[in-house]
């Protein structure tokens, strides 16, 4: 795991890349924000464990879960590996708040596998975060949210992006998981980029002004 800690650091992120990448595969995304020296922020980029992905024909590679098929939504995320991965990240949530990082001071970002993994977590954490950002991403087991949301996700600031054209996750996967949300209550913000399954220049404004937002308390 790459930890960025900045001397002073007393709000976090935690970032959540997508299949087949690593941790050190977003670590160029924080250094693109350029988030002003004035609010120094911990960066915490986890990688996920290897595992066979069915999909890629059984080849090892980091993954939060394995996906066994794009067609049955059931198959698209294990159920099972989803929440060993959330428990795995909630857990490092409860080390920053015993090394005195508030929960309100604490979002969790995830790209792709990692948004899935990062709002499966937030919203059922027991404890509000500052903020949950979900990038190209969906919902694992959202059939479960109702009976397992927590009262703390009630009012989370949620925002999920996703690319017009993107052929990994389509765009209708990102509206599915928006509706779903609302329909449970939540306001999740919106955005739509012209790209594929990727992270664009605008939107890279987009994400520093939505944690300059989340974190300027």
């Known amino acids: 795991m790459i930890d960025l800690h900045p001397a002073d650091a007393r709000h976090a992120v935690i970032w959540l890349h997508g299949l087949g990448d690593s941790g050190a595969g977003l670590a160029p995304l924080v250094d693109a924000?350029?988030?002003?020296?004035d609010l120094p922020v911990r960066h915490l980029l986890p990688d996920a464990p290897e595992?066979?992905?069915?999909?890629?024909m059984g080849y090892k590679m980091r993954g939060w879960y394995d996906i066994r098929s794009f067609e049955d939504p059931a198959d698209r995320a294990v159920e099972s590996h989803v929440r060993e991965?959330?428990?795995?990240?909630?857990?490092?949530i409860e080390q920053l708040v015993a090394e005195g990082f508030a929960p309100e001071r604490i979002v969790l970002a995830g790209f792709s596998q990692g948004g899935v993994i990062a709002s499966f977590t937030a919203l059922r954490l027991p404890q509000r975060l500052a903020g949950q950002l979900c990038m190209s991403?969906?919902?694992?087991?959202?059939d479960a949210l109702l009976g397992e949301m927590s009262e703390a996700a009630r009012d989370?600031?949620?925002?999920?992006?996703?690319?017009?054209?993107d052929?990994?996750?389509?765009?209708s996967m990102g509206w599915d998981a928006k509706n779903r949300l609302e329909a449970a209550g939540l306001s999740p913000?919106?955005?739509e980029y012209p790209m594929r399954h990727e992270i664009c220049r605008p939107q890279l404004d987009d994400i520093r002004q939505w944690l300059l937002a989340r974190l300027a308390g």
């Open 189 to 191: 913000e919106w955005h």
């Open 156 to 165: 989370l600031p949620i925002c999920y992006m996703h690319g017009i054209y």
């Open 33 to 37: 924000l350029a988030l002003p020296a």
């Open 167 to 171: 052929d990994v996750v389509s765009l």
């Open 137 to 142: 991403t969906y919902l694992a087991a959202p």
């Open 85 to 92: 991965s959330a428990a795995r990240i909630a857990a490092l």
């Open 51 to 56: 595992r066979p992905i069915t999909i890629n």
